[in-house]
């Protein structure tokens, strides 16, 4: 089966404090991809990364960070000093291999207090 | 660059009325083209993809359908609308090659129906 779960439905945080949105993959493929999304209130997701099965090197882009470890099937996104513009609804997704379709989690919705 | 559009923004349609969603994308050509759906502000569910014109993948049996009439137009339709139907309609492209993976989002269409 091919599973998304993000078990944390709610964070909430002070601005400047990090926070690490979990998410937790299942799949049989060897090959497959891995996505962050962001939902602002407007309501358009906006792609953060994509990671391909191979590549289980950690990224960062600015204040966001991930870490991707196959081992325990974990691909998880930090904020660093978080700030209020980040305060949305964000997806973990899978996209198992040669079929261009996301299998999407249910969502953390993040909300950063000023 | 890729722009891609929906509309319209917001509807309010009568049980039983028929639907018709459209979605066209700009700055790309051949485009892979996805219809989704958000029910209850929550995780996203794959209803049909496009791989080129006039070819459409059904995912959820429903009283729902698209079409791919031209190579950056997706239409999804219903002859009618049932309360379950409401929801937050999000269409989306990606390319092929390298970034085929890669979807990319429009603003939605919030349909409500009565």
């Known amino acids: 089966a091919q599973k998304v779960t993000q078990a944390q439905t709610e964070i909430s945080v002070v601005e400047k404090e990090d926070v690490t949105l979990d998410c937790v993959y299942e799949t049989r493929d060897t090959t497959y991809y891995l996505f962050w999304y962001k939902q602002p209130p407007s309501g358009e997701l906006v792609f953060l990364i994509r990671?391909?099965?191979?590549?289980?090197q950690n990224e960062i882009s600015g204040r966001y960070s991930w870490n991707f470890q196959k081992s325990t099937s974990s691909f998880n996104f930090t904020i660093t000093a978080s700030q209020v513009v980040d305060s949305a609804v964000y997806f973990c997704a899978l996209s198992p291999s040669n079929t261009g379709k996301l299998i999407f989690g249910q969502g953390t919705t993040l909300q950063v207090k000023p | 660059s890729q722009t891609i559009h929906q509309w319209p923004v917001t509807l309010v349609q009568p049980v039983g009325s028929p639907l018709s969603l459209e979605c066209t994308v700009e700055g790309t050509s051949n485009p892979n083209l996805y219809w989704y759906r958000q029910a209850a502000g929550r995780g996203l569910q794959l209803l049909f993809y496009s791989v080129g014109i006039g070819q459409i993948s059904s995912e959820v049996p429903q009283n729902l359908s698209a079409s791919r009439p031209q190579d950056r137009q997706f239409i999804l339709s219903s002859k009618k609308l049932l309360l379950s139907d409401s929801g937050f309609y999000l269409c989306a492209w990606s390319g092929t090659g390298f970034s085929e993976y890669e979807q990319y989002f429009g603003p939605g269409t919030r349909l409500t129906v009565t």
């Open positions: 990671r391909n099965s191979f590549d289980e």
